[in-house]
């Protein structure tokens, strides 16, 4: 009996010297990262944990915190306002996914294609990001003024001119062309690298069978990019549902609350009406949701994997 306890002796000694053995290893990797983990934890779960305390508290700098329970939240959902905001956001979406979505994918498919000046169209593509935010706003208000270039434009082929900033029906598709001309750039990278992933080989054998660009680019490169289209297009979602810098800063939510979306209504509640603990209840009610969208993205990859 006493022999296969001794045979066994190094092996449940090695076994279990093996977790310690492994975090002195990587010991100075854990201190190198434990920087990024501390301001990673004070900087984002700390004021996620303060806000969900803060959104059951009527905040006042001066007298003092109130705790009022679930006020804050009562009061989000019988502002008339929250419900125009979300319409106007999920708009605001379904506009980016309609005009902007498909735009760094075309791109990125038509470069890829170039025979000559592909460096040179990468940059020309890339170049709007860069622009300040001053002067991209500043440029578009002259550009979509009624006697600005687009509106001339019209005239010139015939159209009546159109009121992009002051007309509530075009002043949202109005932002989300400047927004799709701004930022199509850097998502088109993020396309352009996955399709030059793809192997060249796949290209080359479907020429040799006698494939044209769109039938290598229907049964090769679109497959090929479905988990990284999945992935930008939850992102994208995640994005548009906090956006507020264009809308604030082009119309600050006119004409007729027409570009007011949920995240500028929360910076209004806190900056402009000072009342920060229903900004706060609106703050938690986003995160709730888009905690959901990811944990569904994060099942649904799980699942592709799996399969």
């Known amino acids: 009996m006493g022999e296969p306890e001794t045979a066994l002796q190094p092996v449940l000694q090695k076994r279990s010297g093996k977790p310690r053995g492994r975090f002195r290893k990587h010991l100075w990797g854990y201190l190198f990262l434990l920087p ?14 303060k806000g ?32 125009t905001a979300v319409k106007n956001t999920l708009y605001y979406m379904l506009l980016t996914v309609i005009i902007g979505f498909w735009v760094p994918i075309v ?10 000046f ?5 940059i020309a593509a890339y170049l709007p990001f860069v622009v300040p935010g001053v002067v991209l706003y500043g440029m578009w208000r002259w ?46 990278l993020i396309y352009l690298a996955g399709v030059l992933s793809i192997p060249k080989d796949w290209y ?37 549902s906090q956006a507020y810098q264009s809308q604030l800063a082009l119309l600050d939510g006119g004409p007729n609350n027409a570009t007011l979306t949920y995240a500028l209504l929360i910076v209004k509640y806190a900056f402009t009406r000072l009342d920060y603990g229903t900004a706060t209840a ?5 995160f709730a949701v888009l905690s959901l969208v990811g944990i ?12």
Request: glycine share 8%.
């Open 36 to 49: 990024a983990v501390i301001i990673f934890i004070l900087f984002l779960w700390v004021p996620i944990a």
């Open 52 to 83: 969900a305390l803060y959104s059951f508290y009527s905040i006042d700098f001066v007298n003092g915190n109130t705790f009022v329970g679930v006020d804050n939240y009562a009061r989000v959902f019988q502002d008339p306002d929250v419900w």
């Open 107 to 116: 791109a990125s498919i038509a470069i890829s294609e170039l025979r000559y």
């Open 118 to 122: 592909q460096g040179f169209a990468r």
């Open 143 to 188: 550009m979509y003024d009624p006697v600005g270039p687009i509106n001339g434009l019209l005239i010139t082929f015939g159209a009546d001119p159109v009121s992009f900033i002051s007309d509530s029906r075009w002043s949202m598709i109005a932002i989300v062309f400047m927004e799709t001309w701004q930022q199509f750039g850097s998502a088109m």
């Open 204 to 240: 080359e054998a479907a020429e040799i069978d006698g494939a044209g660009v769109w039938n290598r680019i229907r049964y090769i490169t679109l497959p090929s990019m479905r988990t990284l289209i999945a992935l930008m297009f939850i992102l994208q979602v995640i994005s548009t």
């Open 282 to 286: 609106m703050g938690m009610l986003m």
């Open 296 to 307: 569904i993205q994060y099942k649904l990859n799980k699942g592709d994997d799996g399969a």
